[in-house]
């Protein structure tokens, strides 16, 4: 081993040897000199050479050292200063000088022109435990036309004493003002240290340059430390190679440790122009390497920093650490790796940067990927161990160059784990298969984590595939976990923004950017190339691929022919596979010509397939040819959980909202998103077992699944049902549901609004053997009504055998009515039965231009039902009326019988608000209608005269009801009025008294109008007021006796309304009415009991009305109302009994009215050019009695009670108060 290793430390020295002295020869002296030799104030041109048996220090202080080539020969190193060797002679026998310094200070030059190879300084003593040291500060110009491989040297110091055992040292210190130039042909060096132990250290005003103008292959190093033991490197000055033309490799720093640890720091600057540049080359057992400074390498080849750890049996960690601006610039040519590390200890390998404000930048074109590069930070590990890349800070990593990879790693052999960490700064690569972060570990084992925080922009790949983050574990064991925070840009024909693949472990992609975003764009691809925003795959049973989005501004994919998907995974051999979105604004795909997944999960063997998308997820959109979200499975269960959110489907054959599919696995859709789809698809798949479908919110479009498994849907939410392919007009949509599925609809099913074009929309529900209908179905499709959208079909079947089960929901339908015929929008059904919840209640929509009539035949068709229907499966949901007439729903053929158990609108009954109309034409006419004795009260005898006149008031209340329309409505009504007047004199006539008074009243009616069938109602009320004149003559001063003739006229103006919630809106009009009566009448005395004298007195009243209301239009109900005739004779015959107290000894008495009264009137109004009579009766039948009572002399108070009867049931009941005064 001892003679290997002192050929690698001698290979340069060999060859000089070989070319300019004879054969090696090793003695072994001791001699150990210990004075001091000193160049002074001098000029010397010729070599200066010290053997180290007289001297160990040799000192040259402010000496210009000026030799030639033909003076270096014969001396131990062809050499300008030197020390030790073997006393002046070229050998290379072991010389046991002890220890010897080399030392120049910054005043002294030393300069040396030849043709062959040469060396500036050279120390060496092979004492097994002595120190050579080198001091420079001066200024060293080599200059060498030679293309030898032999080294043409700045400094050389060596000492090979007992390399096995020994404790020998070499220490080279460049000190300020240090200026080392070597130019040659030849191999070159700057510096070179070799023994057991090196060490080097340059100040930061130091300074080396190294060129060659040849084309030679011979290589270059600006500090060359070789060590057997254990080497150590400062470097805090600068170096340059220029080599342009030559092709051998070209190194920085370059330290070899064979068998120990070699330290570097590097805080200079490294500049090297020229093929196979390296700026900091490390080969040692263990190595602990930082670097600050600058680095720049031009040309092919171009490497930064290149550490080998080679010690298999060591476990402490590998370091290397890096800062400042790296460039490599190998334009047009391979390139390599500004950071690599190759460990091949048992420790851990750790890679650091952390420098805000430093750059790496790697420009080639290299053929394949991999360690060798193009790549700014790559670590690897043959032997299994950890590896640690972390990348705290940096302003940028620029990769131009194809097959390129920022930051990457690859282990195997062991059980080892690999981190990448890339905290902060941006990451730029440009060139097919061009990687942000790439990290493969084959071992058993050993995990991947990536933990990304900076940002990722790869661009420009053509054929292969380009990657933000690949994780590749395909080792027998072991997951993925990829955490970012940061963007991801990929523009390339084949992209991915995360990548993760394991072979027999779980992949877990972390994504907490807020603000942040993951895009891949693919421009030019083709079919056959692939644009994905996040893939994660995972293998075999226990495992799984998992997605969690936690935060991310967006997530996209964008390709021109290839496929796209945003988020998928794919879980192979029994692994599970999970998604989770939370915190969104959008999550998208796009093909122009490809297939389209925005979110898919894919999963084959016993795996299970998760989905979740929180509410906070604004969209999920596929735009192209495919789907929104995707699941599959094979015997796994497939569960997808979205939250209040927008899903957007796609087009094409495969495109839809969410697809779902599963060999035998059950399936679940629980969803409180809007859905939708560009082709209308918004929910389809296949499926052989069980899939449950809720509802929550909205879904636009058809569902269609096929298999053999039943499809369980329950709809909480709204679904809109549309097929319009793109186009707005109307179709046929078909929702398949698999084999015998059931669909409870708790929410809202409707058609989409669509325009005025295409053939009527039909729906249909396949393969449902039960549908539970406690929510709507709408089958409207035009708010304003237009008749040309009457005419939508829902069918709701399975095959014959179906059920529908009506459980407290309803049906809307839009419905034309054409006079005695019409159209209806229509639902479908198989069989009907009703549920715990009640009849499905139909609300009708007529149509904006319908005519109102008398349906013939069976009516209007609203639901079919091809097999059976219990009686009270459906029923109105509020009455259908509109014109005269209120339409019902009625189960069978009009005629009756078995033939038919379809539902029909058929107008068995009137609109009861043509009951209102007609009750407030009676109750006008009728409000203020008087006799005498209800403004004249008779009052005790000594009162009673009609000589004096009467100030009066009355106020009556009634309360009644009556049948109209042949019974069909009924009417009920309250009046309350209130009426006074006054005698403006009294004046004789005819030996008896006649009064002129006038008088004014104000009334208010209220009516409800019911539909005896529907219990419909409407409202109607009148408030009146009017003003009069009478006129009364009596025969006797006695009212109460003998003949009295009353005649009275008066005016009345009244306002109306119609209204009520069975009725669509209101109606106000005004009308009038001019009355004038004449009462005659003849009180005769039936005898005195008790002071009571007892009057009869017959009576005989005949009353003309005149009615007088505008002809109207009530849009609200669809009515023209005219023709209003309400004027006519109303007689009275009736006979009146009073007791009157002839001796004023009872305060009050009692009297008693039987009337007949007989209106002539027809009251009767056209409704659409339909006469219409109310249905008071024309003769009607009174009774009241009451009691008057003197309050004093002159005042007098009566109270009355009384009732109505007549045909159509019509009663009445009334009660009045009246106050005479008498003056």
């Known amino acids: 081993m001892e003679s290997n290793m002192r050929h690698s430390l001698n290979k340069l020295t060999i060859s000089i040897v070989m070319i300019s002295l004879s054969p090696l020869t090793f003695t072994n002296t001791s001699s150990a000199a210990t004075s001091t030799v000193v160049y002074e104030n001098q000029t010397v041109t010729s070599p200066i050479a010290e053997g180290g048996t007289a001297t160990n220090n040799l000192e040259v202080k402010n000496t210009q050292v000026s030799v030639t080539g033909g003076q270096l020969s014969g001396i131990s190193w062809p050499s300008a200063v030197s020390i030790g060797g073997n006393n002046g002679t070229l050998s290379l026998s072991g010389q046991d000088y002890g220890d010897l310094t080399l030392s120049v200070d910054d005043q002294s030059t030393v300069s040396v022109q030849t043709a062959g190879v040469a060396t500036g300084l050279y120390i060496r003593s092979d004492s097994p435990n002595a120190t050579v040291t080198v ?26 004493g007992d390399l096995a055992t020994g404790n020998g040292k070499v220490n080279i210190n460049l000190q300020s003002g240090s200026n080392i130039n070597v130019s040659t042909g030849s191999s070159s060096n700057g510096v070179v240290a070799a023994g057991r132990e090196v060490s080097v250290t340059t100040d930061q005003n130091s300074q080396i340059t190294l060129n060659n103008t040849t084309t030679s292959n011979n290589s270059m190093s600006g500090l060359n430390l070789n060590a057997r033991q254990n080497a150590f490197l400062q470097n805090n000055g600068n170096i340059t190679i220029n080599a342009e033309q030559a092709s051998g490799s070209k190194v920085g720093v370059n330290v070899s440790s064979s068998l120990k640890k070699a330290t570097v720091i590097n805080q200079g600057t490294i500049n090297i122009i020229g093929s196979n540049g390296t700026a900091i080359k490390v080969n040692a057992g263990t190595e602990d390497v930082t670097s600050t400074g600058d680095i720049s390498i031009t040309g092919a080849n171009a490497n930064g920093i290149i550490v080998n750890a080679t010690d298999t049996t060591a476990t402490d960690n590998q370091k290397l650490s890096v800062s400042g601006n790296i460039t490599l610039d190998s334009t047009g040519a391979s390139a390599g790796t500004a950071v690599a590390l190759n460990n091949q200890t048992q420790g851990k390998g750790i890679i650091t940067y952390d420098d805000a404000n430093g750059t790496i930048s790697v420009t080639g074109n290299n053929a394949t990927q991999g360690a060798n590069g193009p790549n700014a930070f790559f670590q690897t590990n043959a032997v299994g161990g950890d590896v ?64 990304q925080g900076g940002d990722i922009s790869t661009s420009g790949g053509d054929t292969a595939q380009t990657e933000g983050i690949y994780a590749n574990k395909n080792g027998a064991t072991g997951n993925v976990y990829i955490n970012t925070t940061g963007n991801i840009d990929i523009d390339a024909k084949q992209g991915i923004g995360i990548l993760t693949n394991v072979t027999d472990g779980s992949s877990t992609i972390t994504v907490d950017n807020a603000d942040k975003h993951i895009a891949v764009t693919s421009a030019g691809n083709t079919s056959a190339q692939q644009t994905i925003g996040i893939l994660a795959r995972a293998g075999n049973v226990g495992n799984s691929a998992t997605v969690n989005i936690t935060n991310a501004d967006y997530i996209n994919a964008v390709s021109q022919q290839g496929k796209a998907a945003a988020i998928n995974t794919v879980a192979t051999n029994g692994a599970n596979s999970s998604i989770t979105l939370d915190n969104i604004n959008s999550v998208t795909a796009q093909s122009d010509t490809g297939s389209v997944q925005t979110i898919g999960s894919q999963v084959t063997g016993a795996g299970t397939s998760s989905i979740v998308v929180s509410d906070n997820v604004n969209i999920v959109k596929a735009t192209g040819n495919g789907q929104a979200i995707s699941a599959t499975t094979q015997t796994g269960t497939n569960t997808i959980t979205l939250g209040n959110t927008k899903i957007e489907g796609g087009t094409g054959a495969n495109g839809g909202g969410v697809y779902m599919a599963s060999t035998t696995g059950n399936q679940t859709l629980t969803s409180y998103a809007d859905i939708s789809a560009d082709n209308d698809q918004a929910i389809f798949g296949t499926s052989n077992a069980a899939t449950t479908i809720d509802n929550y919110n909205k879904i636009t479009g058809y569902t269609n699944f096929t298999g053999t498994g039943a499809v369980t849907f329950t709809n909480n939410g709204a679904i809109v049902l549309q097929n319009l392919n793109g186009t707005n007009t109307k179709s046929s949509i078909d929702n398949d549901f698999g084999t015998n599925g059931t669909f409870n609809n708790k929410g809202t099913i409707s058609f989409a609004e669509t325009n005025n074009t295409g053939t009527i929309t039909t729906a249909t529900f396949n393969n449902v053997a039960n549908f539970d209908n406690a929510g709507v179905i709408n089958l409207t499709t035009n708010a304003q009504g237009a008749p040309s959208f009457v005419g939508n079909t829902l069918q709701v079947t399975n095959g014959g055998n179906g059920n529908f089960v009506s459980n407290g929901g309803s049906l809307i339908v839009n419905t034309q009515f054409n006079g005695s015929t019409g159209t209806s929008d229509r639902l479908i059904v198989d069989n009907a039965t009703t549920g715990t919840g009640g009849a499905t209640k139909v609300y009708v929509n007529p149509t904006a231009n319908s005519v109102y009539g008398n349906l013939t035949g069976n009516g209007i068709e609203v639901v079919t039902v091809n097999g059976t229907s219990s009686s009270n499966a459906f029923a109105l949901g509020r009455p259908v009326m509109n014109g005269a007439y209120q339409y019902g729903l009625y189960q069978g053929n009009a005629a009756g019988g078995a033939a038919s158990q379809s539902w029909f609108l058929r107008n068995n009954n009137f609109n009861p608000v043509v009951g209102g109309y007609l009750a407030n034409q009676t109750a006008a006419t009728e409000m203020f209608s008087q006799q005498l004795r209800d403004r004249l009260l008779v009052m005790p005898a000594s009162q009673d005269t009609s000589q004096l006149n009467t100030l009066w008031m009355r106020t009556k209340m009634t309360h009644g009801s009556y049948r109209s329309l042949g019974d069909s409505i009924n009417n009920k009504n309250r009046l309350y009025m209130v009426q006074m007047g006054s005698d403006i004199g009294v004046w004789k006539l005819n030996d008896g008294n006649l009064h002129v008074g006038l008088m004014a009243g104000y009334g208010d009616y209220k009516n409800t109008s019911t539909v005896e069938d529907t219990h419909s109602k409407a409202d109607s009320k009148v408030k009146g007021y009017n003003a009069g004149v009478y006129a009364t003559w009596f025969q006797n001063d006695d009212s109460n006796k003998g003949l009295y003739v009353d005649t009275w006229s008066q005016y009345g103006w009244y306002r109306n309304e119609t209204s009520g919630k069975d009725v669509s809106g209101s109606k106000k009009y005004d009308s009038n009415t001019w009355s004038t009566s004449v009462e005659t009448g003849y009180g005769l005395v039936l005898g005195t009991k008790d002071n009571l004298q007892w009057t009869a007195t017959p009576q005989a009243q005949l009353t003309y009305n005149y009615y007088h209301a505008d002809n109207l239009y009530d849009k609200a109900n669809v009515l023209n109302v005219t023709n209003s005739k309400g004027s006519g004779l109303v007689t009275r015959v009736g006979l009146r009994i009073q007791a009157k107290d002839i001796q004023l000894q009872h305060p009050v008495e009692p009297f008693a009215e039987f009337n007949w009264i007989n209106n002539s009137a027809k009251n009767d109004i056209n409704f659409n050019g339909m006469k219409l009579s109310n249905g008071v009766p024309h003769n009607r039948y009174e009774t009241k009695v009451g009691l008057v009572g003197s309050i004093t002399p002159k005042f007098s108070v009566s109270a009355q009670v009384g009732g109505t009867w007549g045909d159509n049931k019509y009663k009445e009941y009334a009660g009045q108060l009246n106050l005479n005064y008498k003056f």
């Open 135 to 160: 001091n420079n500060a001066g200024s060293l110009s080599i200059n060498s036309t030679s293309t030898s491989t032999s080294g043409t040297n700045g400094i050389l110091a060596e000492n090979y």
């Open 388 to 451: 640690l890349i972390d990348i705290n800070n940096i302003s940028a990593i620029n990769i131009n160059s194809s097959n390129g990879i920022a930051i990457g790693s690859s282990s195997s052999g062991g059980t080892g784990s690999t981190e990448i960490n890339f905290k902060n700064g941006i990451i730029q690569t440009t060139g097919n298969n061009a990687d942000g972060i790439n990290a493969l570990n084959s071992n058993n084992g050993g995990n991947i984590t990536i933990n």
